[in-house]
């Protein structure tokens, strides 16, 4: 009993509070950004590096929400909740703790790892600036922009996904986000890696990144033969009317097409 209860708790209040901060917290850094002046000065690199407080609540806020909202049941799933981990656990590591990557790319060009502070750390924005496309104060405004609009549609996706098959208390759902995408969840766990590689690259995450990619493609193709066999003629028309894991081409009408199809049989 007691177990349930903490479980009902989880879903009536935790949820809901992790995507308030979450979304709350990344319209306040993409509001900043636009906000702020590109000739706004970095901070030092002896500043910036080394805040752990601050590696442990960025890694365990995406974490809870990565948990929380994707319940991995399967093999693949939980393999894919793993290394998603890592990338996390990677990527806020270098970017609050110790710059792995950019320890090393410092010494492979000979440049001192002091010049290395926040604004230099954004390592698109860094070469952008070395190419004479942009300044780099530009060039970190560029990617602040585009990484944050990336990770808040990812998140919001994952969000409206559970919220809907939540509701759908396991029957087959075509309503809401799902009556533009099949895979709303997985692409939105796409956008924020893609997201995050824009804002922060490192050597571990751009190795991970296509290896969770292409994983998460599969485990959407897996979960089409799952759902397939369970719903039978009315998941396969769906999956003709409704895109996967891009709101391209086909769309709309399916919902209708499929409750239709669920009163002939």
């Not at 319209?27 to 950004?33: N, W």
């Not at 656990?89 to 990557?101: K, V």
């Not at 996904?161 to 396991?170: E, L, Q, T």
Request: aromatic content about 14%.
């Amino acid at each position: 009993m007691y177990p349930e209860s903490l479980r009902q708790l989880w879903r009536k209040a935790a949820r809901p509070l992790i995507v308030i901060g979450v979304v709350a917290g990344g319209l306040y850094v993409f509001l900043k950004v636009l906000r702020d002046r590109p000739d706004t000065p970095g901070i030092p690199f002896e500043s910036w590096y080394g805040n752990w407080p601050a590696v442990l609540v960025a890694a365990g806020l995406f974490l809870l929400f990565l948990f929380g909202f994707t319940q991995p049941r399967r093999r693949g799933e939980w393999r894919g909740a793993g290394l998603y981990s890592a990338f996390l656990i990677s990527l806020f590591t270098e970017m609050f703790g110790i710059p792995l990557t950019i320890y090393f790319l410092s010494s492979l060009i000979g440049i001192p790892v002091s010049q290395f502070g926040l604004h230099e750390s954004h390592l698109w924005a860094y070469t952008l600036s070395k190419a004479g496309l942009l300044t780099l104060e530009q060039g970190v405004y560029v990617v602040m922009t585009v990484s944050v609009a990336l990770i808040g549609a990812g998140i919001s996706l994952l969000a409206l996904g559970w919220h809907r098959i939540y509701k759908g208390k396991g029957e087959l759902v075509t309503d809401g986000i799902y009556a533009f995408l099949r895979h709303p969840q997985y692409l939105g766990l796409i956008l924020i890696v893609v997201g995050f590689l824009i804002q922060w690259p490192t050597l571990p995450t751009l190795l991970m990144a296509p290896i969770l990619i292409a994983l998460y493609v599969r485990l959407a193709r897996e979960e089409e033969q799952e759902l397939e066999s369970i719903f039978d003629e009315a998941y396969r028309r769906y999956r003709q009317e409704v895109p996967g894991l891009w709101p391209c081409g086909r769309r709309r009408s399916a919902p209708a097409r499929v409750e239709e199809e669920a009163l002939r049989r």
